[in-house]
């Protein structure tokens, strides 16, 4: 749907009653909230003279003071989300490398020593980084760009004295309105009582819109120019569900969405029963439902819904957080707390899926990182990580529950080389007479077009496949899910991606092998009951939306999954094929 207000003409001057007006966004966020809006706009920048040469040491002690601050700051909000189990931590960790970039505070510095004001050069240096990050399609390098942007409006409003919570009105069950919000943001407005997000850009996969899936904070994105129709104080309703937005609703409005709260908050209480009840469909037909995980904390939330198991961790964010490689050492000692705590649960561990965005000292810059050395592709080119990687994973295998994964596969080729190296560390670990788990199951994502019209040659080489349904849909349609301008082509209900999905799990249904989903489709209640008559026989979702995915696991029936499945699959258009999965 398109990114933009139904209304975009402003209330009329001096008329007595509000109306009521309704915007249409992006859902990022599950949930609705009914609260007094909030709007917070970003600090201008005034063109101010060049500095006089006795005045530069002085701008140069104001941006190391606001920068010093700014760091304190993210700083305290990471002690802080230790204890929030599910807060990605990560996310927070690399917002800090940004922060401190040595490289970019070096370059801001030599422009106020060339005479410009510290508030110039903050906001001249961001928007060159994140200018150069915007003008790509990667999706990892697009979140960049979005941290960048929101460090460079933090420094700039320090430099002004302006606090990040300043505008946000006082009480709880505030709205807020921005044009962006950043990670870092969505947990100090948390603790300062917002409970709903409305934004002008960001994307579904960007950091702040996995932040607040992960806190529960229902959130709607890329509504175009929000922030200049709304005003502060106004009644708003934000239904994350929908990505709509109601100001000041009429009376009847009021009670139709108070309606759907109630019987929210009840479906709630009852989903906690849930917990207990094993993931099958109303047939008895099992289906593995799993989590995907960022962090050590958020595994007991996993164990305490009984998830099946962990479906994806994250590699490369145990490695982005340290800025490098981690060793052999540090590698075993993570990958074997996580077995642990997750035991007996099945953990599928994915080797680091890098791309040019993550550098680490050790990528070159790419004209079109998406298209380039990422994944399984930069793995084989840096074989020494990965023997290291292979070589930690199984040793710390001692527990039998860890699965390995291989990231962005796009060939047969790609497959024999890396299970080539697999055998070779196997081999080598055998005759040091080092202990591991010989049978550790080997998995393989699908991630492209290229993946999934091979899958039955790849399948037969492992013992499990994941769908990357993100990834999957954003190649296949040629539309990056992060950029608002074609959000509406990124549609994971598009016959085409479905027919890939098909021929996977197809595939795997041939070869006895398990095939999961991992992404946001796995969560969406209108795929459930799809992907499970195709064949898919694993979901794996964030860890908040485990028990909504069991409901609906439990009340699908396999019979008539399959029916649905035939039937949607001979439907040729993605609206049509919404319309019947989305049952009003």
Avoid at 270 to 283: E, F, I, N, V, Y
Avoid at 371 to 378: A, D, N, Y
């Amino acid at each position: 749907m398109d990114p933009a207000p139904v209304s975009e003409q402003p209330p009329s001057e001096g008329t007595t009653h509000a109306r009521e007006r309704r915007f249409k966004g992006i859902a990022a966020s599950p949930g609705i909230w009914r609260g007094k809006i909030s709007v917070r706009t970003l600090s201008r920048i005034r063109k101010k003279r060049s500095l006089s040469p006795d005045e530069i040491e002085t701008e140069l002690q104001r941006f190391a003071t606001a920068h010093n601050d700014c760091v304190a700051e993210l700083e305290d909000v990471i002690r802080q989300a230790v204890g929030d189990k599910r807060v990605v931590r990560p996310i927070l960790e690399t917002q800090l490398l940004l922060l401190t970039d040595t490289t970019i505070v070096d370059h801001i510095q030599q422009r106020i020593r060339n005479g410009e004001p510290a508030e110039n050069a903050v906001h001249a240096e961001y928007s060159a980084q994140s200018t150069l990050l915007k003008r790509v399609h990667d999706t990892m390098l697009r979140d960049r760009a979005s941290d960048i942007d929101s460090i460079k409006h933090r420094l700039v409003s320090q430099l002004n004295s302006a606090r990040l919570h300043g505008s946000i009105v006082d009480g709880e069950g505030t709205i807020l309105v921005a044009p962006f919000v950043s990670p870092t943001e969505v947990v100090i407005f948390r603790d300062k009582g917002i409970k709903a997000f409305v934004t002008e850009l960001s994307g579904i996969a960007s950091h702040a819109s996995i932040m607040s899936r992960q806190l529960n904070i229902p959130a709607v994105i890329g509504v175009k120019e929000v922030t200049k129709f709304m005003k502060d104080g106004a009644t708003a309703i934000v239904d994350g569900f929908t990505g709509t937005i109601v100001v000041n609703p009429r009376p009847e409005t009021l009670l139709k969405f108070e309606r759907r709260i109630s019987t929210l908050a009840d479906s709630e209480n009852k989903l906690g029963k849930l917990a207990k009840q094993p993931s099958q469909t109303s047939d008895k037909r099992k289906i593995g439902l799993l989590a995907n995980v960022s962090n050590l904390e958020e595994i007991e939330q996993v164990t305490a819904n009984r998830a099946d198991g962990i479906g994806l961790i994250r590699t490369e964010s145990f490695a982005m957080t340290r800025g490098a490689i981690p060793s052999e050492k540090e590698q075993v000692q993570y990958y074997r707390e996580i077995a642990e705590r997750a035991y007996p649960l099945p953990v599928n561990i994915r080797a680091f899926d890098f791309g040019s965005d993550k550098s680490i000292g050790m990528m070159l810059p790419e004209d079109n990182p998406a298209l380039g050395m990422r994944g399984m592709r930069w793995l084989l080119k840096n074989k020494k990580v990965f023997r290291q990687q292979v070589r930690a994973v199984l040793r710390a295998s001692k527990h039998k529950n860890i699965r390995f994964m291989l990231p962005f596969v796009t060939s047969l080729n790609e497959a024999h080389k890396a299970m080539e190296v697999i055998q070779q560390v196997k081999a080598s670990l055998t005759r040091k007479g080092t202990a591991f788990d010989a049978r550790t199951p080997i998995g393989i994502m699908i991630e492209t077009p290229s993946a999934a019209m091979q899958a039955q040659s790849l399948a037969a080489m492992f013992d499990f496949i994941s769908i990357g349904t993100n990834d999957l849909t954003q190649y296949t349609l040629a539309a990056d899910r992060t950029n608002p301008l074609v959000a509406a082509a990124y549609d994971y209900f598009h016959p085409a991606v479905l027919q890939l999905i098909s021929r996977v799990a197809e595939a795997g249904v041939m070869l006895d092998i398990p095939v999961g989903i991992c992404g946001e489709m796995a969560s969406h209640p209108a795929t459930t009951q799809l992907l499970i008559g195709m064949g898919i026989t694993e979901l794996s979702v964030v860890p908040s939306q485990l028990l909504n995915t069991k409901k609906q696991i439990r009340k699908t029936s396999f019979r008539r999954a399959r029916k649905l499945a035939v039937d949607i699959m001979q439907i040729p258009d993605a609206q049509q094929i919404r319309k019947k999965l989305i049952r009003k």
